[in-house]
């Protein structure tokens, strides 16, 4: 079966808000099964609610992120994104967000990974990620540094860091945005715009799980942007379904705030899941509501990100719940 869709990243065709659904690539040996169970739940995602494209990370080792929380697996090294991408798309005609953590890698990797995946594999959105600390030096390129090289460099048709020549390249780049992450110095709003003013054309978030984080980074950043006369960025926030304890568990290791208060209304209930699914909402109608009020509001989406197979009909139940909000009965 081949599924058709001809909508781009930020459309507003259809349903609701623009959405991405976030599906993350199978471990090296697994390709062929994970691909048969994706198609059976995409398919399934395309006939119920709008996608305007499939978002697809990159899943590195990394060390636990938040104070709380655990991960039940050890890491096992996976498909690469663009390649699950290149296969995806033999069954299904939509858009593809391909993650890249662009600090792992030279410059002149960086560079040559870029022009491959646009013209080789024929993708055109790309979300730069950062490394898991700032104190840390990496090898390769900082976001920032990244988004100019696309957006500045490579879309214009020029190298930066070698003498050949390319054809121009059509990427759109995305970034990262965490709204917990609020410092007294460089705070996150402060990165955001760094990373807007280098070229970001969109943000993802970090998951959500409470409106007051996401509501305050908007105030923020809204208030920067008033002060310097510039339009706001695109940005898809991130939500996921929880069916069990140990998706909270793991949401907490990779850093997501979850209050305990939240936790427990959401645990203590009869069905885990559906409650996830009406909290999401309501945090979502809260962001939607006070973004309405901001003096430019911020173009916004949604992601839907999940935990597993297992969480896969949830996720497309929220991904169809949160994109009928504000839509006329």
Same mark, same amino acid.
């Given at each position: ?19 991405? &659904?976030?599906?993350?690539?199978? !471990?090296?040996?697994?390709? !062929? ?10 398919? /399934? ?11 697809? +990370? ?22 690469? =994104? ?31 990974? %870029? ?23 990496? =090898?390769?390129?900082?976001? +920032? ?33 965490? =709204? ?21 054309? #969109? &943000? ?19 208030? *920067?942007? !008033? ?6 960025? #695109?940005? &898809?926030? $991130? &939500? $996921?379904? *929880? ?6 568990? #793991?949401? /907490? ?13 959401? %645990?203590?209930?009869? @069905? ?19 973004? @309405? ?19 896969? @009909? ?7 719940? %949160? ?7």
């Amino acid at each position: 079966m081949f599924i058709e869709s001809n909508i781009d990243l930020f459309s507003t065709e259809g349903l609701g808000a623009p959405l991405l &659904f976030e599906i993350v690539p199978p !471990e090296k040996g697994k390709k !062929e099964n994970r691909l048969e169970k994706h198609t059976h739940y995409l398919e /399934r995602l395309f006939q119920e609610t709008t996608v305007n494209a499939l978002n697809i +990370p990159e899943i590195q080792d990394e060390s636990k992120k938040g104070n709380k929380g655990k991960r039940r697996k050890p890491h096992k090294e996976r498909v690469s =994104p663009r390649k699950y991408a290149a296969a995806l798309s033999e069954r299904f005609d939509t858009e593809f967000v391909i993650n890249r953590v662009v600090v792992k890698h030279s410059k002149e990797e960086q560079e040559n990974w %870029l022009l491959e995946t646009n013209h080789e594999f024929g993708l055109k959105n790309v979300i730069l990620v950062g490394g898991e600390s700032s104190d840390e030096e990496y =090898p390769g390129l900082s976001v +920032p540094a990244g988004n100019q090289l696309a957006t500045r460099y490579l879309n214009q048709g020029r190298c930066r860091f070698s003498d050949r020549s390319a054809q121009p390249t059509d990427v759109t780049i995305g970034n990262i945005c965490i =709204p917990t992450r609020r410092k007294q110095e460089f705070d996150e709003p402060e990165r955001m715009l760094k990373k807007y003013d280098a070229g970001a054309d #969109f &943000f993802t978030t970090q998951i959500i799980a409470e409106a007051e984080s996401p509501i305050s980074l908007l105030n923020d950043l809204s208030a *920067i942007l !008033e002060k310097e006369d510039k339009s706001p960025p #695109f940005i &898809f926030w $991130s &939500f $996921s379904p *929880i069916s069990e304890k140990k998706d909270v568990d #793991f949401q /907490r290791w990779l850093g997501v705030h979850i209050p305990e208060e939240i936790e427990s209304r959401i %645990l203590g209930s009869r @069905d885990s899941a559906s409650a996830s699914i009406e909290w999401g909402l309501s945090v979502w109608e809260k962001i939607q509501d006070f973004n @309405d009020r901001l003096p430019t509001p911020f173009p916004m989406g949604i992601n839907i990100s999940i935990m597993g197979l297992r969480n896969f @009909d949830h996720g497309i139940r929220l991904a169809r719940e %949160l994109n009928m909000v504000g839509i006329p009965d």
